[in-house]
């Protein structure tokens, strides 16, 4: 095998290999990328046999063949060679070497044999329909930071995307929790989803689709199995195991009946939490919320560090409410309001909240208080 290719268009093939590979694995092919040349293009595939990434890239191919090599390896070099460089792989399969020149560097990297290589076993795909980039974009972005991260609940570990019933018509749902916050997301359901099996997309494969959904123009094409997800652009083809598990319920802990409503500018709001939260102890985490007529009080108390306090004025026409939150929570979830306005709906000290962007019921967070 040999072929010569533009470095940017290199280091961005091997990037999105590289980040799938585990850096600690007790099998070494699966380090490697696997380099396929073909007629004028180069495919770089990686796998870590939950997720496998196939990248393919415009090269010029000089002679065909396929190789393995170490994928962050080739990453770091290619990283640091200059701009606009052109690459030459030639690969000795005889003596299990990969050469890699641009200009007058010279590396010569072992290789191993692509028939070891594994190949994720293909899938038959119950449903096949096609999404924007930014309306898959929104639906993890903004559902993802809710994520579990307890090993012991593992169908929390990822997103759910499903199916869903949104004031009498179908939509597009991605939903996460970790039992202290909830998120949920909803689109305009695409043509071709209606049967989609809901499945929970781990939270590694949530990270790496991140890279494909850049391009705003992109459309994704997205294949979905009771086992398995894909998504597809011409070039780049994401394809993950799904968590083997029953998501739970969600629908019972968003609450229905929160009437005391706070409306509060999103960004000021985000920034006064982030403010006060700076002398709170590390283990709490705790902000109490003081509120009265258009008046909202956030305080700290933290015996080893300090006090702070800071007052806002919000819209709020209830009874007064004092509530505590974990500091970290109400940030993350601040953070995913796009409008100017949050909308936070309170029913009394104990029970959760609910939040949501104006009066836009297509992204809606709940968050449980703890007391202070």
């Known amino acids: 095998m040999k072929l010569s290719i533009e470095r940017g268009t290199l280091l961005k093939a091997v990037a999105q290999a590289q980040s799938v590979v585990e850096r600690r694995n007790t099998i070494p092919i699966l380090a490697n990328v696997l380099i396929e040349a073909s007629g004028e293009t180069v495919n770089f595939r990686a796998t870590d046999l939950d997720i496998e990434v196939s990248d393919k890239a415009l090269a010029q191919v000089e002679r065909a063949g396929a190789t393995t090599v170490s994928a962050v390896l080739l990453h770091e070099i290619v990283r640091k060679l200059p701009d606009g460089a052109l690459v030459t792989l030639t690969d000795d399969s005889a003596a299990g070497r990969l050469t890699v020149e641009a200009g007058r560097s010279n590396f010569n990297l072992a290789t191993l044999p692509k028939e070891d290589f ?33 090993e012991t609940r593992y169908y929390l570990n990822g997103v759910y995307i499903h199916v869903s019933d949104a004031d009498g018509r179908k939509v597009l749902r991605c939903v996460a929790t970790d039992g202290h916050r909830l998120a949920r997301i909803d689109a305009d359901l695409p043509i071709g989803a209606e049967e989609m099996p809901g499945v929970i997309v781990p939270r590694k494969t949530v990270g790496e689709l991140r890279k494909l959904l850049e391009d705003d123009d992109m459309m994704i094409a997205v294949s979905v199995s009771e086992t398995k997800i894909r998504f597809a652009t011409p070039n780049l083809t994401l394809t993950s195991k799904v968590i083997d598990g029953t998501f739970p319920d969600y629908t019972r802990v968003i609450p229905q009946g929160n009437t005391r409503r706070m409306e509060v500018d999103a960004a000021e709001f985000a920034k006064a939490v982030d403010r006060v939260a700076t002398v709170s102890s590390e283990r709490s985490r705790a902000v109490k919320l003081s509120l009265d007529e258009d008046r909202l009080v956030l305080s700290v108390n933290a015996p080893d560090s300090g006090a702070a306090e800071e007052e806002l004025v919000v819209a709020y026409a209830d009874e007064r409410l004092e509530i505590g939150f974990n500091a970290k929570y109400l940030l993350e979830i601040a953070s995913q309001v796009d409008r100017e306005n949050a909308v936070f709906l309170f029913n009394s000290a104990g029970d959760p909240t609910l939040m949501r962007e104006g009066n836009d019921e297509s992204a809606v967070y709940v968050v449980m208080p703890m007391r202070v």
Do not use: C, G, Q, W
Request: charged residues 25%.
């Open 118 to 150: 594994p190949v994720m076993a293909s899938s038959e795909y119950a449903s096949n329909f096609s999404a924007k980039a930014p309306v898959l974009r929104r639906l993890f972005d903004k559902s993802k930071f809710a994520i579990s991260t307890e």
